[in-house]
């Protein structure tokens, strides 16, 4: 409860409970598919001449051949460097030091877990109140709604890439040998998941939202199980399908929520569709590209960079970048919010690095399951969605699975058998 009070202490409109969210837009340039496919030509109008060049290079031999002051450029961007053992910093294990105390390990442990519930509630509220709620609304005037998701994803990567460089620069980081290409994959993937999971908000609630993105485990063994031939355990079976049902309960129970239809439900849960695959790629290539031995401060700087570089060419090409500065300039109260979720966003990033090197990944995997309950508690509590008694049920039987899966696999761990692999926790938002 305290926590709700301070938020809507900090901006009275966040509650503003007797406003209905509108509806999206009629005109068909406005239709969230057609919108994906504009952005899409947008981000293969870099990707593929990209893509060209670099097998350009890689044909006439280029690391041999080439010359000249570019050489450096195009030897970072396209081939990479090869780490020499003299410069490797090797990535400090965690490790509790003879003399720590358990009493300064449970207030760092109170640290992260506070930095990290601030900063991703206060993210989740702020999200909720940029993509549903209307700004600069008067007696007269209905205001108007804050549509561009690509200029919010924008806004994020932005200050993430600043906040990355300057953790690269402040701290010593073992030297960088990826070529730069191969992180415009997971950007081109990462800035997909975020455009998705900002538009679904125009069509279903963010508590669904939440769930949606708790039970990716399922599409994520389906897929290792076809495509992969990985072999799962039995409890592992049936945490999927406890989440599948608490899933279900939530959805086939909740009340209808303001201009919802059959058809912006469908929407919506495509939208949360594409979320998932685009950010189950995004892992599994992060996780592929830190066999280069990189921190996970420079894999965030360079999935940043280039998400920045195909947004703003994007947003270029349709003209749309000028008008998202606009509306922050007509409405000061959504840049105030566009920014602090930014801040959010890049500075639980960092949160995310610190609890995993302190506590380990089982940790910082019930901190944020916690932070999935408490954001749909605190969404809710503000905005006013309605949850019957059965779709609560949903919920807890969702989150006690997923508590199930950790202590599973910290059993496994202890039996010195093989857990299953952590998903990356880089480009979590």
Not at 72 to 93: I, R
Not at 166 to 194: D, E, I, T, W
Not at 343 to 367: D, E, H, K, P, R
Not at 409 to 418: A, E, N, P, S, T
Request: hydrophobic share 45%; glycine share 8%; net charge positive.
């Amino acid at each position: 409860m305290w926590w709700a009070v301070v938020v809507l202490a900090a901006f009275p409109s966040l509650g503003a409970g007797g406003e209905t969210p509108e509806g999206p837009p009629e005109s068909w340039t406005q239709l969230w598919f057609f919108r994906f496919l504009v952005n899409a030509a947008g981000y293969a109008s870099f990707m593929v001449p990209g893509y060209l060049l670099v097998q350009y290079f890689r044909r006439k031999n280029y690391l041999e051949t080439g010359r000249g002051l570019c050489f450096p450029l195009v030897k970072a961007c396209v081939f990479g460097n090869e780490p020499k053992a003299s410069d490797e910093v090797p990535l400090a294990p965690r490790t509790e030091a003879a003399e720590t105390t358990p009493m300064w390990q449970a207030l760092k442990l109170l640290f992260c877990a506070t930095g990290l519930q601030v900063s991703y509630l206060t993210w989740g509220v702020l999200q909720e109140r940029v993509m549903t709620r209307s700004y600069g609304a008067t007696a007269t005037s209905p205001g108007e709604r804050f549509t561009d998701s690509q200029f919010l994803v924008l806004m994020n990567r932005v200050l993430a890439l600043i906040v990355a460089g300057l953790s690269c620069v402040l701290c010593k980081q073992p030297r960088h040998g990826a070529p730069m290409y191969r992180y415009s994959f997971a950007s081109l993937s990462n800035v997909l998941s975020s455009w998705c999971q900002y538009e679904a908000l125009k069509f279903v609630s963010f508590p669904t939202q939440v769930l949606a993105k708790a039970s990716k485990v399922i599409p994520v063994m389906l897929m290792g199980k076809l495509v992969s031939r990985r072999s799962y355990e039995h409890w592992e079976y049936l945490t999927a399908t406890l989440i599948s049902i608490g899933v279900s309960m939530f959805l086939l129970s909740s009340g209808p929520e303001p201009r919802s239809s059959p058809a912006t439900t469908l929407s919506g849960l495509i939208l949360l569709a594409g979320y998932i695959a685009f950010d189950s790629f995004t892992s599994n290539w992060q996780d592929a590209l830190f066999a280069y031995k990189m921190s996970s401060v420079q894999m965030m700087f360079g999935v940043n960079f280039f998400s920045c570089l195909f947004t703003v060419g994007s947003l270029l090409e349709q003209g749309a970048l000028l008008e998202g500065t606009r509306f922050m300039g007509r409405h000061s109260e959504f840049a105030a919010h566009a920014l602090l979720l930014s801040i959010c966003s890049a500075c639980g990033q960092l949160f995310i690095f610190y609890t995993i090197g302190q506590f380990g990944a089982a940790v910082f995997t019930i901190i944020m399951t916690l932070r999935q309950a408490f954001a749909i508690l605190l969404s809710c509590l503000l905005y006013g969605h309605t949850v019957t008694v059965v779709g609560g049920l949903g919920v807890a039987v969702v989150f006690a699975a997923l508590l199930l899966r950790v202590y599973a696999r910290g059993r496994l761990k202890q039996r010195g058998k093989k857990a299953v692999p952590v998903e990356s926790p880089v480009q979590k938002v």
